[in-house]
C-alpha cells in the first residue's frame, strides 16, 4: 500500500517521457515532481527531499552523474538513472559517483515503484540494485529475483547480470564481459559456460522468452523486450 509521503523528483527533457512516468506514478499514489534539467532537479530536492530521484542519463545543463554525486553526498535517497540504448557510458559514469541503479528509459513505474516504497511506505535499502524488467538483483545482499522468484546466483553469476543489466540495450562482447566480471581476458568458453549457467537460472517466460540472447558473432544481450 502506498503512502502520501510516497514521491518522485523526475530530471527528464522530454515533455512526453514525464508526462507518460507521471501518470503512471500518480496511478499507485506516488507524487511527483518534473523538473526539465539537473540544476531546477538539486534546488528540488533540497526543498523537498523524495522518496526517490529518477534521472535520464543524457540531462541539460548539469550531467546524470553531477546530479548523482551532489545528491549522494547529502541523502542516501535512490538514485535512479534511466538510460536509452545508447547512453550506456553516461550511466555507468552516474553509478560510480553514487547512482543506486540503471532503469529503462522510457520508463516501467513497475521498475521505479520498489524503489520510492515498499509494503509499509518505507524507503527499501537504496545501495546496490539493479533491475531490468522483471530482474531485480541487490549487490549488496547478493539477492537476485526474477518477477516474485528468488534465484540462487553464484559470484560470478551475479556480476555477469548485473553487468548485462548495466549494458541493457546493447550487445556486449566476451571480451568485455570478461574483463568486466574476471578482470582480465578470460577464455571465450569460460563466458559461454557462465552465461548458458545463468540463463538457464533466470529461465524464460512468455512475454520474454530467455532473457539472454547469443548475438552470433558479436556477444550477448539482455531480451530487447526487457529493454523496450
Known amino acids: 500500500m502506498t503512502t502520501e509521503s510516497s514521491s518522485l523528483v523526475v530530471v527528464e527533457a522530454i515533455s512526453k517521457v514525464a508526462a507518460a512516468l507521471i501518470e503512471a506514478a500518480a496511478l499507485i499514489g506516488i507524487e511527483t515532481t518534473w523538473c526539465r534539467?539537473?540544476?531546477?532537479?538539486?534546488?528540488?530536492?533540497?526543498?523537498?527531499?523524495?522518496?526517490?530521484?529518477?534521472?535520464?542519463?543524457?540531462?541539460e545543463a548539469v550531467s546524470a552523474a553531477r546530479i548523482s554525486a551532489a545528491v549522494r553526498n547529502r541523502w542516501s535517497l535512490?538514485?535512479?538513472?534511466?538510460a536509452a540504448p545508447g547512453e550506456e557510458e553516461l550511466a555507468r559514469e552516474a553509478l560510480a559517483v553514487g547512482a543506486s541503479a540503471v532503469i529503462v528509459r522510457p520508463y516501467d513505474i513497475a521498475a521505479i515503484a520498489p524503489f520510492a516504497l515498499n509494503s509499509n511506505g518505507r524507503q527499501p535499502e537504496e545501495s546496490g540494485l539493479f533491475v531490468a524488467g522483471p530482474i531485480r538483483v541487490d549487490r549488496r545482499g547478493y539477492e537476485t529475483k526474477v518477477g516474485d522468484r528468488y534465484v540462487e546466483l553464484?559470484?560470478?553469476?551475479?556480476?555477469?547480470?548485473?553487468?548485462?543489466?548495466?549494458?541493457?540495450?546493447?550487445?556486449?562482447?566476451?571480451?568485455?564481459?570478461?574483463?568486466?566480471?574476471?578482470g582480465h581476458p578470460a577464455e571465450t568458453n569460460t563466458v559461454a559456460v557462465h552465461v548458458k549457467r545463468l540463463r538457464q537460472k533466470l529461465g524464460a517466460d512468455p512475454e520474454h522468452g530467455e532473457y539472454i540472447r547469443t548475438v552470433r558473432g558479436a556477444g550477448y544481450r539482455l531480451a530487447p523486450s526487457i529493454c523496450a
Open 78 to 82: 535512490p538514485i535512479l538513472v534511466g
Open 154 to 182: 553464484t559470484q560470478r553469476e551475479l556480476e555477469l547480470l548485473i553487468f548485462l543489466i548495466v549494458n541493457q540495450g546493447t550487445v556486449t562482447s566476451t571480451e568485455e564481459i570478461s574483463q568486466a566480471v574476471w
Open 37 to 59: 534539467d539537473g540544476a531546477d532537479a538539486l534546488l528540488a530536492v533540497g526543498a523537498h527531499p523524495p522518496s526517490a530521484l529518477v534521472v535520464a542519463a543524457r540531462t
